[in-house]
Every structure is written in C-alpha cells, then in structure tokens.
C-alpha cells in the first residue's frame, strides 16, 4: 500500500514514503521533514496556520493530499529565511513585533506574502481582505496588519 | 508608530539617553536552552524561598533563571528576562530562562490572573537582588575594601580599579541562599533594561519556523494516538468494533478504559485514520439544558452557597421606597478558549517514572494531579512546559497530558497526543454561563442611593484544579472542576451608601468548568458597568462624569480623565441621533481590577447597522495604569491582544449544544472576529516606576463588554444586556425598546 513521493521544498528534493494518497501533505512536512513552520490548527481548511506556497500559491496544506503536490515546488516558512538572514516581510514581523504565541504566524507571513507578489502597494483593506480567513486568537491582528504594510513598503 | 532597532551594542551606548520611550531593542540572545533537552540539575533547589533555586550562575558567567511561571504567548519569558538582568546587573545576552519544569523550577502557582510579573517576577526579582548582595559583600571581602565601594555591572563586580565576574565570587561558595526578602533593590531612577520595550526573545524563531511548540516535540519511537469521545457528555462506552482501524498500515492498538477510548499508531495520519475507522458504541446520554432555556436552567439550580461580598447600609429598603428603581438581568454566554493550535503533549514512562511534556500553565500542579490519578508518588513524575499555542486559562493542555500519560502507560512506548479541532472546541473545559442580577435607585442630586447585584455562578471547590478529563473517563482518581475566582470583581469600588453585592454559588454547571481570560472579572464587569451606565442614564449624567462623582480614588480618577482626553470624549446624555441606517455611539467603561490592583478605562466606539443588527467596533482607546511598566512595547501588545480578543467574545462567541454534546466544534459554528473587523486601538500608559508591578492583560479584557454594549445604547438607545451581542439579540432589543 504505501508508495513513494518526490517532493521539492524550499529547493531541495526529499522522497517521502506514505500509506495513504490522501494524507494531507502538513503531515509529510511537518513529520517525515520535520518543518516547524506549517503548522496544524484545524486541519479542515478553516484557519490557515498551514499555509504554505504551492507553485507560487498560497494554498493550507492541511486540505492538500501528499499525491497532489508530488513533484510541484513546495516553498514553507523556513524556505523564505532564517533568523540569521530574515526574509523583509519576516523582518517586519519581528520589526512590529508581530505575535504573541506565534502559532498563527506561519499562515500570516505565507498568505501575505502570496499578497504582495501580486500586489505591491496594498492599501489597509486589501491586507485586512488578504487575511480576513486567516484566524488569530491572541489578538495580533492590528500588529499584523503594520507589519503587513511595513513588509510592502520594504519590498516596494 | 514605527520601532527603531537598537542592536546590543548601540543599547550600551544609548541605553541612558532619556525618552527612548517607544523603542524596541533587539539582541541576539543566548540559544534558549530546551528544558526537554537539559539533563536533569541534580539535586537542584526548587524552593521559593531560595537563590538557588531560581538562580544558576555558570562557569561562562552566563545565568539561568528557573521560572515556575510559563510564557502563554504572553512574552513573560522576555519580561523575567528582563527583570533579572536588571536586578542582577546582567547583560541582557547572558540571561536565558527554563520555564515550568518540575525538577527544576520552584512551584510559583499556576499561570493565571495576570500574576505572573506581579508576583512571579517579583520572587525573582527578590532573589537576584539577594544575589547580588551576596556577590557584592565576597567582592568586597576578596578586595578587603567595604561593601559600599563595589559596584556591579555587566556581571562583575568592581572596586574602581579590579573586577572580577560573578562565576569566579561562587566557585567555592555557590549561591546556596536563601531569599532575603529584606535585600535592597536597584532604585528604579537606575533602570537600563526594565522599562525598556525590549523585543520578545521568542519572536525570530517563531516567525522563521524555527521556534519549537509542543505541537513540535518528537521523542525516539514515539507513538501517535488520537482520542475518540463520547456521543453524548457523560454517554457510557457500551461496546468498540475497531476491525476497520486494525487493518490501517501502521496501527498499533485500541486503547479503551471506561468511557475513555484512544487508537494509537506508528504514524499521525494512522491515528486519524484510525479514530475515524473506529466503530464506538455510546449510551444514548441527553442531560443537557436544552440550550434556549439555559438561563431559566442556570435560574433554578440549586444554590449551595450564598455570600454577601460588600454590605453597606440597606439597599433592600432604599429601593422599595424609590419609585424609579431599575432592575436588570444580564447574562454571558459560555466560552471556550479556542487556541488556535489544539491540545498537545507527550508521555514517556521509564522505570516506573514518568515524564510528561506539554503546554500546561501549571506543570506543578499537573504534576500532583497525574500522580493522583496513576496512583504513583509525586516524585516519580516530571512534568516539562514547552510553548503551545496561546491558552488564555485552563484549555485542554493537561487533559492531553493526562490522555497521553494513561495511553503511553497501557501500549508501554511514548506517545504524542494531539488533538483534533473538534477534541479542543468539544471537550476543553468552558468558562461558564454566568447570570447577574442588578437593581439600583438614583437620588435626586443624581448620585446612587442603592445598589444591589447578585452573581449565579458555579461553586469553587478548595483545590485550585480542574478535572483531567481522561481521570473523569477513565473513572481513575481526580477531583473537582473549578471554575476560577469567579466571584471576584462583582464587588464594585464606587461611593454608594447603601450597597449589598453577593454571590450565589451554583451546585451545577452544565459543562465542565474553568477559568478563562478573565474569569468571572469579565462577566461581573459587563454586568457592573453596563448598570453603571443605566444608572447614570436614569440620573441623566454623562456616563463619564457620573462614575467620577462616585469615585475618590486619585488613580483611578486619573485612568478615567485620561481616557476621556485621549477619545476626546464629549459629554452626552442621551443617545445619539437615529438617523440613517448605520448609526455611531460612544461608551466608556472602568475598573480597578478585583478592588486591589491595575486601573483601565476604556473607551469603544461602535456603529451599528439598524437594518441587520450587526455592530462594528471601530475604534478603541484605553488608559491603563499597573504601576511601573517592565516593557511597554510588551504591555502595548497584551492590551492590543485582550481588547480584539474579547470584542470577539462579545460579538461573536456562544458555545452551542443539543441535548447530547456540544455542536460548536469548528471555526464556522464558533466565529471569531477576522481582520475585516478588528478596530482600531489608542493607548495611553500610565508608568509609574517606582510602584510595583502589577498584572497587565486581562483588567483590560474585563471592561471590554460593557464600554461596547454602553456605545451600542448610546448609538442606538438600546440596552443589550446578553452576550454575545448578536444581530438577532440587536434586533430583537430594538424591537421591545421602541
Ligand atoms: S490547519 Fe489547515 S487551515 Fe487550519
Ligand atoms: S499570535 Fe497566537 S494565534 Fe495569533
């Protein structure tokens, strides 16, 4: 039953073996690559803390089988920077300090970066409609979308 | 407001400029050491009452602070950071802190009640200052010179001309002390690093994936379980088919006792698959409230205390002689605390002893409570914090613990416990159904001349504890649900001369109780503040002056003075104007949190939609004062997330149920608030440095509800008295209004 994956993230190409064409591709990353950046919140599609780039795509990984993303390029949180060498919106988050316990981050930085690749000079509400199904619990909201706008500015 | 980066070098430089207010200083600090990682410090102290138990200085002149109180998300890892750098005259860089673990750190209480600075970081700050002391008196020894000539700074003592680093002062001695509560403290007018908005140690790490959550944490051959839960709350367990499950790759067992049933696997997407293969057959359970009449339900349940908590002169007969006296009934619905990242933990057992890592806000306690239920000695159990996802209160962190201590124990391996969405929105324990009851009379110089409330809340056993749910199951050893101190906070601080505030406690909750942001503070202080408001109506006062008629305290005076300059409030009297469809009101809303500490005012604007009902938050203003302020950018940050968080509760959230179980377990039947709607936040902080700390963060969620529900009245000249305020609930209080 179980076959064999070719995925490429952040660049690199790893082999991934699993039991189930179904298993949404969260779980490859998070356990067979051990990433820390997609995250599991919900698992149903409802709050984004899985986020991650499909093919230049935000799409929540969560809701994506591991069959479907064999062989496309797969970018993370990680693949955009590290704490060494901060990608610009990553640096804004740190710059606005931008979280609290953090957990939502992961889908906050990934969707408003598939943001910004299209759109350059955001205004206040294009961020806030960007993220509107991206959930927060803690409250970052209003940190999030400074450094949002920060981030385009930097990149612009 | 845009944040200048001082990298540590540039700190020491500027670090005594003046008005560096709203800078936010970065460092490269020191890895932080995993707690899970660290071999166990043997023989360590974790007395409260000693240095060494909160303070290890090494070798490399380096420091370990060991803090019983954890970081929720908060950024208190930061903050203890700070204060014990500042205390110890430490660079910041050389400071690293190991949180909530039971071997090595003391057992400062659960972290709860914004207590965590107030009081956790004061026990360190008195041990650092102990410390320093000590240091400070060898130095002097070793340079035979008097105590008072050695200075420390950046972990050294010195004597004008010779230094020498703390780590060489103890290399004979150690720093085995205890507490002196007497040792001086650095004057405040001497602070580099406390006051400072020092950026959150944690932060890169989390915005770059590299931060390591309890959702993170893998152990060597560490098993995967999911737990599968009753049909109904207390349904019993009468029979398992896991013939599908046991034919999934990877499966491992079935793991059933009582009414508690797990599946465990080799693989994650094995065990979901499993605990969707499962065939579990429940008893038919419905003793549920039905859910529309849950407040008759809460009305009638037998109260098995009742306590006054203020009693001055006679309300009773002032309110029977007044013609015009109000009664109100207000009601908040239940909560759940919605971590965005479900309950997680892992569990190893080895030699009979037992290790436990999760996200519990109270390892220690936990710690007790799976001894208690796997019948083991207090000391054959380890329980490790590690960051998960923000819990605000008791969520299901130590039910996961205890789920997969009793699932590692039965399959003898480690096992990682993660729960799915609808295990955290279905089984975390709830803040619960609170009923209040108001009444009060106006005199005719338009002060109050009465005030009577009575709270119907659940009862609080002894033990500060809540149930483990898998113990409950399991039908193992466990105690009681405990909701907090949910009683706090109805008694009011305003100048009345007759005043009677009691609490009724209830015998019964229908779910699973405990305490969460604001416990009871927040449910008490809609009640009081939105009848605060209707008083000052009926006495036509402007809502702000007529508070500050009823209150002689200079601080909090000052809190609601400064909340009204900084909204520019305007004095009003009566709702605005009802024209249009979309109309705007203003509403203001104090406390002196539980009559002891933190002052917030608060001010909310709203507008509201006549045709649908729905209430926007625009914008928020708040004036807060808990004495002296460790990091402001931090503080700003918590005020920020308590303010948008709880105008979600108070919108948005109710826990829905049917007979059975609860039906609210996802994100589209519980909503919270999303960007579209968050507002816009204006802060005004009161520092006072050379007061003590007290806690930030959830005094400002309490006044949340009320300042809303007091601008919707002044928009619309309707009083909601039931959260969440619904667009039905708007409607529906529009149509008996007018
Ligand atoms: S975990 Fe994927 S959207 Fe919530
Ligand atoms: S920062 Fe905690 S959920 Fe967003």
């Known amino acids: 039953m179980s076959q064999t994956y070719t995925l490429k993230v952040n660049g690199a190409t790893h082999t991934v073996t699993a039991d189930d064409p179904k298993m949404p591709l969260l779980y490859a990353l998070r356990n067979d690559l051990a990433l820390r950046g997609p995250r599991f919140g919900c698992g149903l599609g409802q709050c984004g803390a899985c986020t991650v780039h499909l093919e230049g795509v935000a799409v929540r990984s969560c809701s994506v089988p591991i069959s479907d993303a064999a062989g496309k390029s797969i970018t993370t949180l990680e693949g955009l920077g590290s704490p060494e060498h901060l990608h610009p919106i990553q640096q804004a988050f740190v710059d606005e300090q931008a979280a609290q316990c953090g957990y939502c981050i992961n889908g906050m930085i990934m969707q408003a970066k598939a943001l910004l690749d299209h759109n350059q000079h955001p205004s206040e509400q294009d961020i806030r409609d960007a993220l509107a199904l991206n959930l927060c619990r803690c409250g970052t909201h209003a940190r999030i979308i400074r450094a949002v706008q920060r981030a385009a500015a930097a990149l612009a | ?738």
């Open chain 2, 1 to 738: 407001m845009t944040h200048d980066i001082l990298t540590h070098e540039r700190l020491t430089r500027r670090a005594f400029l003046k008005g560096a207010g709203s800078l936010v200083v970065t460092f490269t600090f020191l890895p932080q050491r995993s707690s899970a990682a660290d071999a166990a410090a043997p023989g360590k102290s974790v007395a409260t009452n000693a240095v060494d138990g909160f303070i290890e200085i090494h070798p490399d002149n380096t420091v370990t602070i060991y803090s019983g109180k954890v970081d929720l998300g908060t950024g208190v890892r930061t903050a203890i950071t700070q204060i014990a750098s500042e205390e110890l005259d430490m660079p910041l860089t050389a400071v690293s802190v190991i949180q909530g673990d039971t071997l090595t750190t003391p057992d400062q209480g659960v972290t709860f009640g914004s207590l965590s600075i107030q009081v956790g970081g004061m026990q360190i700050r008195q041990a650092c200052a102990t410390a320093r002391a000590v240091l400070v008196q060898r130095a002097a020894e070793r340079f035979k010179v008097p105590a008072s000539v050695i200075k420390t700074h950046e972990g050294q003592c010195w004597n004008g001309s010779e230094r020498v680093p703390y780590a060489t002062l103890i290399e004979t001695e150690g720093l085995i002390l205890k507490v002196d509560p007497k040792a001086l403290l650095k004057a405040p007018a001497d602070y580099v690093i406390v006051g400072r908005s020092v950026a959150r140690l944690d932060i890169p790490g989390k915005v770059t994936g590299r931060f390591e959550y309890m959702q993170d944490f893998r152990l060597p051959g560490m098993l995967h379980a999911r737990v599968i839960r009753p049909a109904g709350v207390h349904a019993e367990l009468l029979s398992v088919d896991d013939s599908a499950a046991r034919k999934l790759p990877g499966f491992v067992a079935t793991v059933r006792e009582g009414n508690f049933l797990a599946v465990v696997s080799r693989t994650e997407w094995g065990a979901i698959q499993a605990s969707q293969a499962i065939r579990p057959v429940w008893s038919d359970w419905q003793g549920l409230p039905e859910q529309d009449k849950l407040w008759a339900y809460v009305r009638n349940t037998a109260v098995s205390k009742s306590e006054d908590l203020q009693k001055v002169g006679d309300p009773a007969a002032v309110l029977q002689q007044s013609p015009k006296a109000l009664r109100a009934t207000y009601d908040f619905a239940i909560h759940t605390h919605g971590s965005i990242g479900p309950s997680c933990a892992v569990a190893e057992w080895k030699d009979g002893k037992l290790t436990c890592w999760s996200a519990s806000q109270q390892t220690h306690l936990l710690r007790k409570q799976l001894a208690q239920m796997m019948k083991v000695p207090d000391a054959d159990v380890r329980c490790i914090y590690i960051d998960g996802s923000g819990c605000y209160g008791r969520n299901g962190h130590e039910d996961a613990a205890a789920d997969a201590v009793l699932i590692a124990k039965v399959v003898n391996q480690p096992v990682r416990v993660q729960w799915m969405r609808a295990d955290e929105h279905g089984w975390d324990p709830k803040g619960p159904p609170t009923l209040l009851d108001f009444a009060g009379a106006v005199d005719e110089t338009g002060h109050i001349a009465a005030w009577s409330s009575q709270a119907y809340i659940p009862q609080r056993p002894a033990q500060v504890s809540v149930t483990l749910l898998t113990a409950d199951l399991a039908n193992m050893p466990h105690e009681d649900a405990h909701p907090g101190n949910v009683h706090q906070a109805l008694a009011i601080g305003y100048q009345v001369p007759n005043l009677k505030t009691t609490v009724h406690s209830l015998s019964h909750t229908p779910f699973r109780a405990s305490w969460i942001r604001a416990p009871g503070r927040m449910q008490n202080t809609f009640g009081n503040e939105s009848f605060m408001d209707e008083l000052a109506h009926a006495a036509g006062g402007d809502p702000v002056a007529f508070r500050l008629s009823h209150l002689n305290d200079a601080r909090g005076r000052e809190c609601l003075e400064r909340v009204a300059r900084l909204a520019q409030w305007q004095p009003r009297t009566t709702p605005a104007s009802t024209e249009g469809d979309v109309v705007r009101g203003r509403g203001v809303s104090y406390i002196k949190y539980e009559l002891v500490r933190t002052y917030v005012a608060v001010v909310a604007d709203v507008e509201v939609h006549r045709k649908t009902g729905k209430i926007r938050v625009t914008h928020f203003y708040v004036a807060h004062d808990c004495g002296q302020i460790i990091n402001p950018d931090g503080l700003k940050n918590q005020l920020e997330g308590n303010i948008i968080q709880t105008i979600s509760r108070t919108l948005l959230e109710e826990i829905k149920f049917d007979r059975s179980h609860i039906t609210s377990l996802d994100w589209k039947s519980y909503p919270i608030l999303t960007f579209p709607e968050v507002p816009t936040i204006a802060m005004d902080l009161i520092d006072r440095p050379n007061e003590k700390p007290w806690g930030a963060g959830e005094p400002t969620a309490s006044v949340v509800p009320s300042a809303i529900g007091n601008a919707v009245y002044d928009a619309l000249g309707v009083r909601l008295r039931s959260v969440p305020f619904t667009p039905q609930k708007v409607m529906q209080a529009m149509r008996t209004t007018i």
